[in-house]
Structures are given as C-alpha cells and as structure tokens.
T-cell receptor
Framework: DSGVTQTPKHLITATGQRVTLRCSPR?????VYWYQQSLDQGLQFLIQ???????AKGNILERFSAQQFPDLHSELNLSSLELGDSALYFC?????????????FGEGSWLTVV | GENVEQHPSTLSVQEGDSAVIKCTYS??????FPWYKQELGKRPQLIID?????GEKKDQRIAVTLNKTAKHFSLHITETQPEDSAVYFC?????????????FGSGTRLSIRP
C-alpha cells in the first residue's frame, strides 16, 4: 500500500458526460501529480500541484481540469467525455519528510467511456 | 524542458540471463533517478533509485548505474525470473526548493522466456 488513495477504482460512463476522480496523497506529501495511461501506453503527465497551487502542466486537454484543496486532496475533472478518454488515471504524490523526490502512485481509477 | 529517452521499448530475454534498460536525460540539473516496475493493470512501484552523488547502487538482483557526464543511467537485472516480466519506467527528477518535478521515460516491456 503506497498510502495514496484514489476513488473511484472503476467508472463507466457515456460519451458527453462529466466525471470527477479523487485523490488523497500520502500523509505529509505536498505535491500531487495526475497521469493518464491508455492501453499499452506510457505514463502521460497531465498536471502537478504543490500545496494547493498548480506547479506544472503537461498534455492536459482543455476539457480536463484539476485542483488541489487546502486539505491537500486533489480532484481531476473530465468533461465532454469521448471514447478516447478511456484510460487508467493515476494520481501520485511526493514531498513528504522521508524523501522529497520519491513519487508514490495510487492504484488508479479505471475510466471506461461507452 | 527536461526530456527522458528510454531504450529499448521491448526486451525479451531467456530466464536466468541478464536484462539491461538504458535511459538518457537532457537536463544536467537532474539529481534523482528512480526506476518503477508496473505489472499489468497495476500501479507503478518504485524498485530502486539513485541520486547524483553516487555512480552505482545495488539491491539483490537489481542494480542501477549513473553516468552524469554522459547524462545516462541504466537498470541491470541479473538472473532474470518470470516474475520480472513487466513494464519498467525510468525517470529523472529535478528537485526544487519547494517541490520536485519528475519526468518519465516511455517504458520498456520486459518479457522473460522460460
């Protein structure tokens, strides 16, 4: 168990809909990262937050948005969903007192768009 | 910005033989290099990491080497076993004062032939 919690684990929704994925980082971690992984693909970096502020942005679509709240949990909002958005979405965290650079992944949220 | 290239994309070795995966990075400021193993449908898990103040690190059958001058680092797995079959990701991290930023390679799918 990495200590990073993601919900929901599985989600099936229709095209055009909107979903919210939730992530609780490891205790003490200030950075949260979101990654998208399609079938047999690598880890596509979407966005990073540090202590509530956006720190880095990757290949995140305009239909997607994220935020990190004062309690450090984060949400990734995906709207106007398309079939191609079906993927495994990982949240990861880092920045704890043990090792600031080490990044720990959650179990992921499987999104299927039908 | 930082770029991490990883080779090969796929690798098949006979059980008991060694496997080597290589990565290069572009930003000389990178100072932390973790390796992750991802089994099918699961989260990436940290297997070994190295910081820029050392050239080599070993953990049982796994070792990582770092050449700062050439800006490349490698993962070595000896005496490979069937459970080593997975996708392996290298990463390079640039630690800032308040947050770390991590860039992943594209992954190597390692298959161990019985």
């Amino acid at each position: 168990d990495s200590g990073v919690t993601q919900t929901p684990k599985h989600l099936i929704t229709a095209t055009g809909q909107r979903v919210t994925l939730r992530c609780s980082p490891r205790s003490g971690d200030l950075s949260v990262y979101w990654y998208q992984q399609s079938l047999d693909q690598g880890l596509q970096f979407l966005i990073q937050y540090y202590n509530g502020e956006e720190r880095a942005k990757g290949n995140i679509l305009e239909r997607f948005s994220a935020q990190q709240f004062p309690d450090l949990h984060s949400e990734l909002n995906l709207s106007s969903l398309e079939l191609g958005d079906s993927a495994l979405y990982f949240c990861a965290s880092s920045g704890g007192s043990d090792s600031r650079n080490t990044i720990y992944f959650g179990e992921g949220s499987w999104l299927t768009v039908v | 910005g930082e770029n991490v290239e990883q080779h090969p994309s796929t690798l098949s070795v006979q059980e008991g033989d060694s496997a080597v995966i290589k990565c290069t990075y572009s930003d000389s400021a990178s100072n932390y290099f973790p390796w992750y193993k991802q089994e099918l449908g699961k989260r990436p898990q940290l297997i070994i990491d190295i910081r820029s103040n050392v050239g080599e690190k070993k953990d049982q059958r796994i070792a990582v080497t770092l050449n700062k001058t050439a800006k490349h680092f490698s993962l070595h797995i000896t005496e490979t076993q069937p459970e080593d079959s997975a996708v392996y990701f290298c990463a390079a991290s640039i630690e800032y004062s308040s947050a770390s930023k991590i860039i992943f390679g594209s992954g190597t799918r390692l298959s161990i032939r019985p």
